[in-house]
């Protein structure tokens, strides 16, 4: 997806799995292919007790305790700027947000902005069967009676995160921020909103209505139009878009069989039905179609021209956090792109 490749070193210290500080070496890692370099990453793994927090006993090692200054030794990192981040609904999916935050942040030969990761697989089972695309109705209620369950775990991260060291919070997760206003309960730190930043970008495009309608439309797929397009529908409202979802019939014929074409490795079915999909949303009239779904990224190639017309929700996360980072704007209050 991206140019040049990255290298990644982990220390583990029996404890959650906790990704941390990042730091760039030109001088060792110009094994790739101009005019790209690598980036070395580097993770310490801090031990929590069971109520999250930080143990005191454990010791941050050497290197990393002579740069720390002394009122930041009960957390991970002391940089201000610090990114928190609660992974995704797949490790692949944590990390290509990682990727795009890595790469993005450092184009100018500046330093990687910092961050530390909570992934965490048991988690990301549970929001996977959230997301699943042939749950029953009995599966479909039991999924609703056990979000709360989950997001009692994902704000018990959230405050890990914030014992970290981190200094503002993000979710690369469709499902997750479904239920952000409950997993951000009591934070004080800025606490990103996928749809909000989406929403953000997309009004500062100044788009024009297609047709006769007095609002922009924005086209929304998703695996599971309920849960995920919730991410985008009231955010996008908030910001005066009209949204708009696939009927039912384009999710039963098409959407769906794309994904199940997908996972049958019918790369070129999967895409041939992705392209009826998102042409039906642009006949109504939509100027962009959100991609709100892991399983919808690269399936269509770079190349092809509907692109220009979809977008990227977490492409739109990452440059909000990075803006943050790298403007000085550490004072911000929580849920603000």
Known sequence: MFDGGMTMCFHT????????NISKNRSRSR????????????????????SGNLSESKKISSSYSAQVKPQAQNSLLSQANTVGIIGGVSVLSTLIFLEKLVW?????????????????????????????????????????????????NLRHKRVFLEQSGASCIVMPC????????????????????????VAKELKEAKLKPHGTGSNVRIGVLAATETIAAASYQDQLGNQGFEVVLPDKATMEHILIPAIESLNKRDTEGARNLLRIAIQVLLIRAVN?????SDELQNILPREDPLLKKC????????????????????????NTC
């Open 13 to 20: 210290v029996n404890c959650p799995k906790i990704l941390g």
């Open 31 to 50: 094994t790739k292919l101009n005019p790209c370099f690598a980036v070395k990453v580097c993770s310490i793994l801090l031990q929590s007790d069971e």
């Open 104 to 152: 993005w942040s450092s184009r100018n030969g500046e330093e990687s902005v910092p961050f530390v990761v909570c992934s965490d697989p048991s988690i990301d089972g549970a929001l996977a069967s959230q997301a699943s695309i042939h749950s029953s109705f009995d599966e479909t209620a039991q999924n609703e009676a056990n979000h709360e369950a989950i997001v009692r």
């Open 174 to 197: 469709h499902i997750s921020n479904a239920w952000h206003e409950q997993i951000s309960e009591g934070c004080s730190l800025p606490f990103f909103h996928i749809g909000e930043c």
């Open 288 to 292: 962009v179609v959100i991609l709100a």
């Open 311 to 334: 977008m990227d929700p977490m492409d739109a996360l990452a440059r909000s956090t990075i803006k943050w980072a790298k403007t000085g704007k550490q004072g911000m209050q929580k």
